[in-house]
Each structure stands twice: as structure tokens, then as C-alpha cells.
């Protein structure tokens, strides 16, 4: 008991300022031994009193921090939890990154993406293309798969590609690859029409699922869910638009364009642009097709110079004559716009009710439901990303933060140079291009609130990109990729 007393004692001299304790006389620093009926029938020292009397209250403060710890910490975990499930965001950062791994990886659209929680390279080796699935953490190799051998002498090159979704694919990689023709060989063989095959992987364990081919001359493709979106010109240049079942070829839809929509000899190239929950074919005409069953939404005139953007279940068009216009999932017109609404690389939804227009020298936030204008501000810089009533906005050589409520400035930064790739964020902070004294490129990691800069991490020269994929930090140069956390 020994080990009681002085906390006893500090008690005592706590309550001795309290008027209770100063009517009561000192007791003597050896008091004369009592017996047990004395010490129990006297009443219990004034220290003892408020010790009992406050203990549940000081139990009760305990709780209460203890329990608000543990709503932060729900709250925390939800807030990473969130944003992580966002396309496009960075995983929440616990501190200044730093590099991980990297892999030799060239710059090309279809090279690197997130799948079964890994981040998988596709890179063309000394002897094949190569699809290797690395820890997106560690980098270590999980699996690695030849997809295909690498051109011989006397033909044209081979090339590979695995298009990517906005966020983690699954479990199923699919790789394109293009086969070449032989150069120099008898007229037979040159007038083969071009071939691709179509590769299925297991994210898993990169086991090969299938192969099927697709004939014809390749105008664009790209994924969608567990699905190829091809397209294809006839001998006449009308597009044949289909979309197929990765895994085993199998048509879902298919739909022919009722107009020429290639014609070199007037200079007319047709294109394919997929845009969920939207395909916009250009070329003779502009064609806005519904991804789901290839229902044509509405046809732009003839070198109508249209533009469309994707609005969650609706979409936006914008032509120089007649201006922009938001129309239903139907194609049905609902109101116009002066602009086109912005094409954000990230949205959280934050704000669902408000159509964010990119107007040239202005931004404005338009009503979704209305389209009545909600604040507009002058700026020259373009629409980023949206995140907690955030609007990240970059341009020329700055970037910076609107409130998307009303579009106030709440911060920007001049950073010097010309912005070389634009700025992603992790919810909480803005990672944005730098520059550091000396001249080298830098990440610069500021609050999204505040504009403060947190932390400066040096990059390596030559970086073209700073992107997330599937949550992760990845950086590219032309020949690398980097990836920091």
C-alpha cells in the first residue's frame, strides 16, 4: 500500500485551500496507533470525500476522450475511405512522400494501370512486350506474362497496349495487340487487312483467359466495364461501332453509321471518343451514342464543329453557332449553358447540384436542375478536379483553389515556370507542380484549405506527368515510371 500514500497526500494538499479544510486542525505527522472500531466509526477525512465524490466525475471525462478519439479516428478512416473509393484522387498522405519503386515503362497512353489492387507495366523488352503486375507499395513482382514477341526484320512494328479504366480495373487486364504486316512480300499479302488480337489476362495470377482477334481497319477502342468499345471502318468509310465482351469476343451491340464518316480525299478522318456514359464518333458528322445499347442520342450536323461533355447521366454540347445546351439521358434539350461544362480528372460529387462551365475567360457554377446561374468568376485558369467544395483550377505557369459554393479565389500560386502536367490532390492537400531555388523540379504538397505549403519533395528531371492511379502517386518521365507514397 505503500505506493498509495503519496498520491493520498497530494490529494490532502489539493483540498486544504478549500474552506472545509482550512476549520480543520492539522493532524500530527505520527498520529498514536487507533483500532479498527475507531478508524471505522469516525467519519472519513474531507480528502477522502472529495475523492469519492469526484471519481465518477473524472471516469466520465475519461470516457468522453477516449470516446472522441475513437470518432475521430472512425471519422479519419471513413474520410480515407472516401476519397479512395474516388476516381482519380490520391489515397490520403500521412506525411511528405517519397519514392517507392520504379520501372522502366515508356510514356504511352495504355502503359501502366491499377488492377486487383496492384499496379501493372506494360513495357516492349529486348524480345516481347511484357505485362507485369507489381505490390503497388513494395514494387515487387507478382506475375510477369510475354504477351507478344517484338517485330522481326522486314516488318512493321508491333505495338501492345492495355487500356485502363478511371480506377481499378478488377480482376481482368485486357491487352491489344497489333500484328505487323510483312513489307516486302507478293501483292496478296500486302492487301491482308490489319489484325489485332485481343488478350485477356487474370489480374490475379496473369493467366491468359482467351484470344480472339478483331479485323478491319482500326479507327479507335477503349474499355468499359469488363467491355471492348471498337471501332472499325467499311470499305465505303461508314464506322461499325460494336462493343464486345472482353474475356470472349461476343458482340453485346453493334451499330453501322448512316453516313460516310472517313473520307481522306476531303480530309475528313473519323474518331471515336468514349466518354461514360457516352460514345461521340466525329468525322462526316458528329454521332453521340449510349454506351450501354448503341442508341444514337443525337446527330451534329455536318462539320458543325459540335463538342460534347459527359454530365453523369446527361450531357452538354457546345457548336459555334448556337451555343451550348444541356440535354437529358434521352438527348431531350433542357436548358443552355455558355460554355462547355468541364471535363474534371476528379469529382468527389461534393457537389452534385451544380454544373461547373469552363467559359474561356470565366468559371461559372450553373444550377443542375435549372441551369440558372449560380456564380461566375474571372479566371484563366481551367477546371482541374473537384473535391470537398473544392475546385482545383490550373493554367500557363499557376494553380490554385475556388470555393465551388460561390466561387470565390481562396488561394493560387505563380509558380514560375510553365506548368508541365496538372495538379492532383489527396483530399486534404493539393500536389501541384514546383520549382525549387535552384532551378530542379519539385512536388509541392499544399493545403487544399489554406494554400500553405506543407512540404516540398524534389522530382527527377525530365518528368512529363504526376498522376493517381488506382490511388497511387505515380510519376513519369519518358522512360520511367515512379511511384512515391
Known amino acids: 500500500m505503500a505506493d498509495r500514500r503519496p498520491a493520498a497526500r497530494m490529494q490532502l494538499v489539493e483540498v486544504e485551500d478549500a474552506p472545509t479544510a482550512a476549520e480543520r486542525s492539522r493532524p500530527p505527522d505520527n498520529p498514536p496507533p487507533q483500532d479498527t472500531a475507531t478508524l471505522t466509526d469516525e467519519p472519513p477525512p474531507a480528502g477522502r470525500r472529495v475523492l469519492r465524490r469526484w471519481w465518477p466525475v473524472a471516469a466520465v471525462v475519461v470516457l468522453g476522450v477516449v470516446v472522441s478519439g475513437v470518432v475521430a479516428s472512425a471519422r479519419d478512416r471513413a474520410f480515407v475511405d472516401r476519397i479512395a473509393a474516388v476516381p482519380g484522387l490520391v489515397r490520403p498522405l500521412d506525411a511528405a512522400p517519397e519514392a517507392l519503386w520504379q520501372a522502366r515503362v515508356p510514356l504511352l497512353p495504355g502503359t501502366v494501370l491499377a488492377a486487383d489492387g496492384a499496379l501493372v507495366v506494360l513495357a516492349e523488352g529486348e524480345t516481347a512486350w511484357t505485362v507485369t503486375s507489381h505490390d503497388a507499395v513494395s514494387g515487387a513482382q507478382r506475375w510477369s506474362i510475354d504477351v507478344v514477341p517484338v517485330s522481326s526484320s522486314g516488318f512493321e512494328a508491333t505495338a501492345a497496349v492495355c487500356p485502363p479504366l478511371r480506377g481499378d480495373v478488377g480482376d481482368l487486364v485486357v491487352c491489344l495487340v497489333r500484328h505487323p504486316r510483312v513489307l516486302y512480300s507478293d501483292d496478296a499479302s500486302i492487301q491482308e487487312p490489319p489484325r489485332v488480337s485481343v488478350v485477356p489476362l487474370s489480374a490475379q495470377d496473369g493467366e491468359r483467359l482467351g484470344d480472339w482477334e478483331v479485323r478491319g481497319e482500326l479507327v479507335a477502342f477503349d474499355r468499359i466495364e469488363d467491355d471492348l468499345l471498337i471501332g472499325t471502318l467499311d470499305a465505303e468509310g461508314r464506322m461499325i461501332v460494336q462493343r464486345r465482351d472482353a474475356r470472349t469476343g461476343d458482340v453485346v451491340w453493334s451499330v453501322v453509321t448512316p453516313v460516310v464518316m472517313n473520307a481522306p480525299a476531303i480530309s ?83 457537389q452534385p447540384g451544380t454544373i461547373i462551365v469552363d467559359e474561356g475567360p470565366q468559371v461559372a457554377g450553373i444550377d443542375a436542375s435549372t441551369g440558372a446561374l449560380r456564380w461566375r468568376t474571372p479566371s484563366q485558369l481551367d477546371p482541374r478536379l473537384l473535391v470537398s467544395d473544392r475546385l482545383v483550377v490550373s493554367g500557363a505557369d499557376s494553380y490554385g483553389v475556388l470555393d465551388a459554393t460561390d466561387g470565390s479565389m481562396i488561394w493560387d500560386v505563380d509558380t514560375g515556370s510553365v506548368l508541365t502536367w496538372d ?15 535552384d532551378g530542379r523540379p519539385e512536388l509541392w504538397g499544399r493545403g487544399l484549405e489554406d494554400g500553405v505549403r506543407y512540404w516540398s519533395v524534389p522530382l527527377p528531371e525530365g518528368v512529363l506527368g504526376v498522376d493517381s492511379v488506382g490511388g497511387h502517386l505515380v510519376v513519369r518521365t519518358e522512360n520511367d515510371l515512379i511511384v512515391y507514397g
Open 268 to 350: 475528313v478522318a473519323a474518331a471515336m471518343r468514349v466518354l461514360p456514359p457516352l460514345i461521340v464518333l466525329e468525322g462526316g458528322a458528329t454521332i453521340v451514342l449510349d454506351v450501354e445499347d448503341g442508341s444514337t442520342l443525337m446527330t451534329g450536323p455536318r462539320f458543325g464543329g459540335l463538342q460534347v461533355a459527359a454530365l453523369g447521366d446527361r450531357f452538354a454540347t457546345w457548336a459555334p453557332v448556337g451555343g451550348g445546351h444541356v440535354h437529358d439521358v434521352d438527348g431531350t434539350e433542357l436548358f443552355g449553358v455558355q460554355g462547355l461544362p468541364a471535363q474534371l480528372s476528379a469529382d468527389d460529387g461534393s
Open 423 to 437: 495538379p492532383v490532390s489527396d483530399g486534404t492537400l493539393v500536389l501541384g507542380p514546383g520549382t525549387s531555388p
